[in-house]
T-cell receptor, first 117, second 116 residues
Framework: GAVVSQHPSWVICKSGTSVKIECRSL??????MFWYRQFPKQSLMLMAT?????????EQGVEKDKFLINHASLTLSTLTVTSAHPEDSSFYIC?????????????FGPGTRLTVL | AQSVAQPEDQVNVAEGNPLTVKCTYS??????LFWYVQYPNRGLQFLLK??????LVKGSYGFEAEFNKSQTSFHLKKPSALVSDSALYFC??????????????FGKGTKLSVIP
């Protein structure tokens, strides 16, 4: 089946530093990937849609200069949290859209736990 | 606009008893419906989906869900709950209204606790 990986699985950083999270589709090509944020005991909130070879589309209220998204290939999208602050601490989950699935299914990565000190 | 409601924050059920996790949806067009399960500090795992056809959908780990168009519901069910089923369950909908309409909208999640 379609597998999506995320790296790192967890990261702890100091306030003011930048953190890069990778999302890879391992056995399929994904022209579109999605980045979600999940706070404790809450649902997934879509942050942005990442399109290969073009600019990401951000949801309302998400700062594009703070959450930089790059989708340079059909199997890799990266989310960089710039100048991270404690309020950015969260669980970040990516998903990849499999064009060959019957309903353009999204397959989810295992998530990345970010803790900003 | 599309939306999903999971009316229960938590569902408790005794091991061996049947379980139901409720989900209702709202879309302007035809819905694609999904159930996912999340274990602590893990990503989402796909359980099952409804696209078209038979209203009763069978999925992973013995789970099933019934699509009810008139009630706009897609409740998740399992005949006999296991302690290992304890997790957070998310219902999601996608409104298939043509090209580009592939965003999923998630419910807030329901925590299932299966009591030994």
């Amino acid at each position: 089946g379609a597998v999506v990986s995320q790296h790192p699985s967890w990261v702890i950083c100091k306030s003011g530093t930048s953190v890069k999270i990778e999302c890879r589709s391992l056995d399929f090509q994904a022209t579109t990937m999605f980045w979600y944020r999940q706070f404790p005991k809450q649902s997934l909130m879509l942050m942005a849609t990442s399109n290969e070879g073009s600019k990401a589309t951000y949801e309302q209220g998400v700062e594009k200069d703070k959450f930089l998204i790059n989708h340079a290939s059909l199997t890799l999208s990266t989310l960089t949290v710039t100048s991270a602050h404690p309020e950015d601490s969260s669980f970040y989950i990516c998903s990849a859209r499999d064009l060959k699935s019957e309903v353009d299914e999204q397959f989810f990565g295992p998530g990345t736990r970010l803790t900003v000190l | 606009a599309q939306s999903v409601a999971q009316p229960e924050d938590q569902v408790n059920v005794a091991e061996g008893n049947p379980l139901t996790v409720k989900c209702t949806y709202s879309v302007s067009g035809n819905p694609y419906l999904f159930w996912y399960v999340q274990y602590p500090n893990r990503g989402l795992q796909f359980l099952l989906k409804y696209i078209t056809g038979d209203n009763l959908v069978k999925g992973s780990y013995g789970f099933e869900a019934e699509f009810n168009k008139s009630q706009t519901s897609f409740h998740l069910k399992k005949p006999s709950a296991l302690v290992s089923d304890s997790a957070l369950y998310f219902c999601a909908v996608r409104d298939y209204s043509g090209a580009g309409s592939y965003q999923l909208t998630f419910g807030k999640g329901t925590k299932l606790s299966v009591i030994p």
